[in-house]
Antibody, heavy 123, light 108 residues
Framework: ELQLTESGGAVVQPGGSLRVSCAAS????????MHWVRQAPGKGLEWVSL????????YYADSVKGRFTISRDTGKNSLYLQMNSLRIDDTAFYFC????????????????WGPGTLVTVSS | SFVLTQPPSVSVAPGQTARITCGGN??????VHWYQQRPGQAPMLVVY???DRPSGIPERFSGSNSGNMATLTISRVEAGDEADYYC???????????FGTGTKVTVL
């Protein structure tokens, strides 16, 4: 069964950096488009970033462009989100998510989600 | 950037029908997906590609999409349907994912 588990959430000061991880099991992460989605406490969902299945393309929300970097480690079957220059409004639960099928188009649904990891940016 | 607008809240009595709208410029030309999120949980897909249901989702959940509006319809509403609901598309014009503003469904 396809599973995703995020980790690495922490409390970090404004201007700081943090890397959150998403461990995949039950499927090969290299064959799937992988997304990060976040949700500030009490607020709605916000799409953050996409890494294409072939690893050749990355996409970002305007709010994080130039500060966040999505990547993966094929050997560890894990996805990462490196977050730099963190701001108070980056405080959120960060979810990784993917579509069920391999090699899918970007506009496919997000069928599987991890439980999320909480990043708190505070002084 | 592409914006998807949902009503903040919808209230419905048990057994009645809830309709949640998702407005966006020419959204009818895109594939719309709908997610249910209960407090403290990750979102869960309830409708994909405008009107298809994943395995395990009751037939009471249905979707439509045309023009500038997509709609999620929940028939014969049950107490367990009380949750937040979000629409979502991939905006090819900007190569970004977009979620709707979210709708809280309250079962009276």
């Amino acid at each position: 069964e396809l599973q995703l588990t995020e980790s690495g959430g922490a409390v970090v000061q404004p201007g700081g950096s943090l890397r959150v991880s998403c461990a995949a099991s039950g499927f090969n992460l290299n064959d799937h488009n992988m997304h990060w989605v976040r949700q500030a406490p009490g607020k709605g969902l916000e799409w953050v970033s996409l890494l294409s299945w072939d690893g050749g393309s990355t996409y970002y929300a305007d709010s994080v462009k130039g500060r966040f970097t999505i990547s993966r480690d094929t050997g560890k079957n894990s996805l990462y989100l490196q977050m730099n220059s963190l701001r108070i409004d980056d405080t959120a639960f960060y979810f990784c998510a993917t579509h069920e099928d391999s090699y899918s188009a970007y506009d496919r649904s997000l069928d599987f989600w991890g439980p999320g990891t909480l990043v708190t940016v505070s002084s | 950037s592409f914006v998807l607008t949902q009503p903040p809240s919808v209230s419905v009595a048990p057994g009645q029908t809830a309709r949640i709208t998702c407005g966006g410029n020419n959204i009818g030309g895109q594939s719309v997906h709908w997610y249910q999120q209960r407090p403290g949980q990750a979102p869960m897909l309830v409708v994909y590609d405008d009107s298809d249901r994943p395995s395990g989702i009751p037939e009471r959940f249905s979707g439509s999409n045309s023009g500038n509006m997509a709609t999620l319809t929940i028939s014969r509403v049950e107490a367990g349907d009380e949750a937040d609901y979000y629409c979502q598309v991939w905006a090819s014009s900007s190569d970004q994912g977009v979620f709707g503003t979210g709708t809280k469904v309250t079962v009276l």
